[in-house]
């Protein structure tokens, strides 16, 4: 037997691919977590020492400006006057580069030609700033040319060595580590906890329908909260009962068609062999067992063709849809059934509206109607009456088939569409029915878009109501 479930690995389970999306999405969020707050604060720092540096450098060399020529006598004289308690190192150099001002502690460069390219770019007319942050302290350089009446008498450059801010900064990203340690942890320990029970209840399911798939209808699962799971298995169990009832359904209509044909074929069979065993039986009596066993045969071909019929309605195979005018179609089994009802006395009225046209299959529309019109004659009393009325309501045609029979109990007009139900199982027997007609009209009304209903009469007998669908309304004769 084939296996309808393949078994599957943790490669490919929906856990494992549940899993590694989140861990990758944490792993995202983690990873900008831990550099944007950084990258952004590194920036804010850079941005506020090039303003802080390029404003001193700005006032020094606004005051040096003043000076034809520099020496470094009257720059030291200047910049005795400024506050440089925050920058690490300050240098003022003259056009050709030599130093005449520097503020380092160990190895003053006064009298020597500075080299920095800083400062040769300042000489040159313009304003250089650079900063860099190795993790352990910001080092930012700012150089600018001295003017004098438009000539570049020299140039200030000052460094300076921050490492507050850096220790700050790392701070900050020793705790965003520590945050987001705690945070990995929490959110795989969530994770598990959510994909695990996530997969339970989907590999719940896969094991439900595996069961259900061997046959066993009455297996049900436990739904649980209100989310799209427990919607998909509420309708897993909604189905589950559907297939009961259709295995149900077909149980019951393989042994009732079993049955239906295994009784005129034991006939048949009995018949035969009472013909064979029988060494001198009359004429008569032979021709009364030919007789019968061609009732049976009649009997058999009338259920497989109702089978049939049944078959083919359930697979819609082969049935082609046109416009068909229900008068002609009612007139054409009228004139079918007219022996019938002569033969039991029955009178058959009719009030045919022309000219309704509906889109459909003629001969299961003659179906529909022969089978409602051949049991009012059958199961009517002699002298009884059968009414057909054909009209139309609205977008909707009315076909009307009344008689005055033996009518329909209340207890079993639920039951009567029902496949190889009978009313009187008795007299159905007797009457040649199968339990199939009315099965057949109901099916063919609904694959045609209608409907059908019965009730009783007032007086005596059954009325089955069926509306269809109406096409455009035609002149009769068109």
Known sequence: MKKLFKPFNIANSVQLKFSLTFLVLIGGLLVMLNTYPTVVSRDLVFSSKQVSLQNQAGVMSS????????????????????DLRSLTRVIVTDEYAEILYDTAQLDPSVGRYAL?????????????????????????????????????????????????????????????????????????????????????????????????????????IETKGHDELSALGEEFNNLTGRLRETEELRRRFVSDASHELKTPLASIRLLTDSILNAENIDNETMREFVTDIGNE??????????????????????????PVDLRRVVEKTLHLLSPLARDRQITISTNLR???????????????????????????????????????????ICLIVSDSGIGIPEEDMPHIFSRF??????????????????????????????????????????????????????????
């Open 421 to 478: 139900y009978r009313v009187d199982k008795a007299r159905s027997r007797e009457a040649g029915g199968s339990g199939l007609g009315l099965s057949i009209v109901c099916d063919a009304v609904k694959l045609h878009g209608g409907s059908i209903k019965v009730e009783k009469r007032q007086k005596r007998g059954s009325r089955f109501t069926v509306f269809f669908p109406a096409l455009e309304e035609k002149e009769e004769g068109q």
């Open 63 to 82: 005051a040096l400006s003043t000076q034809d020529r520099l020496t470094g006598e009257t720059v030291r004289e200047v910049m005795q006057l400024l």
């Open 297 to 322: 045969a009649e009997r058999l071909q009338s259920t497989t063709e109702k089978l049939l019929s049944l078959s083919r309605i359930d697979s819609g195979a082969g049935l082609a849809f046109e």
């Open 116 to 220: 920095f390219p800083e400062i040769r770019r300042a000489l040159s007319g313009e304003v250089v700033c650079y900063s860099v942050y190795d993790g352990r302290a910001f080092m930012t350089s700012e150089a600018m040319p001295i003017r004098n009446g438009g000539n570049t008498t020299g140039a200030v450059y000052l460094y300076e060595y921050d490492s507050s801010q850096a220790q700050l900064i790392g701070g900050i990203q020793t705790n965003l580590r520590s945050i987001s340690t705690i945070l990995s942890i929490a959110a795989i320990i969530l994770m598990m906890i959510f994909s695990r029970a996530l997969t339970l209840r989907i590999t719940e399911l896969v094991k439900a329908t595996k069961i259900v798939s061997e046959g066993n209808y009455d297996h049900r």
């Open 354 to 396: 022309s000219g309704l046209y509906v889109n459909g299959n003629e001969d299961l529309l003659y179906r529909i109607i022969f089978n409602l019109a051949e049991n009012g004659i059958k199961y009517n009393a002699s002298g009884g009456t059968v009414e057909i009325s054909l009209s139309k309501k609205n977008s909707l």
